[in-house]
């Protein structure tokens, strides 16, 4: 089968045997009539998910596959799905079932009504508050450095235009947030909302991958942070040396006994804090150079399975 589908589903897989087998089903039903293609790319799953994923290619020629050597995340997994899609539009998920399957027409819709990105915003979105605070504030970062004003960056249920993607390919993966990305390229984006259920199992994302996730968000999409976190740990620290130089005159004068002890080590430990971070910040930028030098690949691939 060598014709060009109309849709590509690429879908991010990591240890999910269980729900892949119903995953392909249900995405069958719900572009039923569509000329489409499953892109699955396994992204390291140490459990019986690519055997599953191998005979549903037996089974059907609009199944391929690739089966990444070892875990390189989520990102790179994508790139890794969107440069062995055709289609015209690329529809992007997680294997975990999260969201609702039967919205993929919807997404769809949305693009071939003019729009180069479908963004999924996960309607009545059913996590704990421990997931669903950090992503508040990481949507925030992010909505105030790319300037596009949507609610949901991190929901992974999305459709592109290809020509919205293809420009860059050559920086998703090596940057997270693929649909940031995208959208900070100047793509139109229309959001669509998706229904969403609970996660089986832990999260992923514990607090520590959270708060690195930040900082990437702060290294990629924020334009000179070490300077402006520089200028407002001065501006901070010089009104709060101020404030408390007034307040120690004052005490010293009706009191004769000024606390400096107190207030000098309540400083220190603040600037501790603020330059602990400002370190976090260059360390992800270290990271980012010495992989860039390196020129190491995002991913190696074991296995993969494509049309004959």
């Known amino acids: 089968m060598n014709d060009k589908p109309d849709v590509s589903i690429v879908v991010t897989l990591l240890n999910e045997q269980a729900t892949v087998e119903e995953l392909y089903e249900r995405t069958i039903s719900a572009v039923d009539g569509r000329s489409i293609e499953l892109v699955f790319v396994d992204d390291g799953s140490t459990d019986g998910t690519y055997e599953v994923v191998r005979r549903l290619h037996h089974g059907d020629p609009r199944v391929h596959a690739v089966r990444f050597s070892r875990n390189f995340g989520q990102h790179p997994a994508m790139h890794a799905g969107f440069t062995r899609a055709r289609g015209d539009i690329l529809v992007t998920m997680d294997g975990d079932l999260q969201n609702q399957l039967e919205d993929i027409p919807k997404v769809v819709a949305a693009v071939e009504a003019g729009a180069d990105v479908a963004s999924g915003r996960r309607a009545l979105r059913r996590d704990s508050w421990g997931r669903t605070l950090p992503s508040r504030l990481i949507n925030g970062m992010l909505r105030r450095f790319t300037g596009v004003s949507i609610s949901d960056f991190g929901c992974a249920f999305n459709a592109y235009r290809r020509g919205a993607v293809e420009p860059m390919l050559g920086s998703i993966g090596r940057q997270k947030f693929t649909k940031a990305l995208v959208l900070s390229g100047g793509a139109s984006v229309v959001e669509v909302d998706v229904a969403h259920v609970p ?24 334009p000179q942070p070490i300077q402006w976190i520089g200028l407002i740990m001065g501006i901070v620290c010089t009104f709060a040396a101020l404030g408390l130089g007034i307040y120690g005159v004052v005490f010293w004068i009706q009191n004769a006994n000024f606390p400096g002890p107190l207030f000098g080590g309540t400083g220190i430990v ?12 260059v360390g992800e930028y270290l990271g980012r150079i010495q992989r860039q030098v390196e020129g190491r690949p995002l991913y190696s691939i074991a296995e993969e399975l494509a049309e004959a």
């Open 270 to 281: 603040f600037v501790l804090g603020v330059q602990g971070f400002i370190l976090a910040l």
């Open 199 to 222: 996660r089986q199992g832990r999260s992923r994302y514990s607090p520590l991958r959270l708060t690195r996730l930040a900082l990437h968000v702060l290294a990629g999409f924020w």
